[in-house]
């Protein structure tokens, strides 16, 4: 079993900039891809960002530019740096792992841009 942590979030003001967390334990060396989805109420959860294990990276069209995800296998931590926030990023945020045969979730934190 893989558990995720997530850090971060909370209430930023439009231009501003967010970082979120996610701490994974566990089965850890059986993870290939990292990556943060975003959900609001009423939507199905969308792709953010992902980084492969080898450091591969793809964005949603939304947040190319703004967004950037990285990753520390050291520690098994990955983060997403959000610049130039907008309203419309309002969502909470959750970390994913995938295995070759299993998908995990954090708990998901909130991250609100508003002024």
């Known amino acids: 079993q893989v558990q995720l942590v997530e850090s971060g979030g909370g209430l930023v003001q439009p231009g501003g900039s967010l970082s979120v967390s996610c701490a994974a334990s566990g089965s850890t060396f059986s993870i290939i891809v990292m990556a943060w989805y975003r959900q609001v109420p009423g939507k199905e959860r969308e792709l953010v960002a992902s980084?492969?294990?080898?450091?591969?990276?793809n964005y949603a069209d939304s947040v190319k530019g703004r967004f950037t995800i990285s990753r520390d296998n050291a520690v098994n931590t990955w983060s997403l740096q959000m610049n130039s926030l907008e309203p419309e990023d309002t969502a909470a945020y959750y970390c994913?792992?995938?295995?070759?045969?299993?998908?995990?979730w954090g708990q998901g934190t909130q991250v609100t841009v508003s002024s």
């Open positions: 980084i492969t294990k080898g450091g591969r990276t």
């Open positions: 994913n792992a995938r295995t070759p045969t299993e998908i995990w």
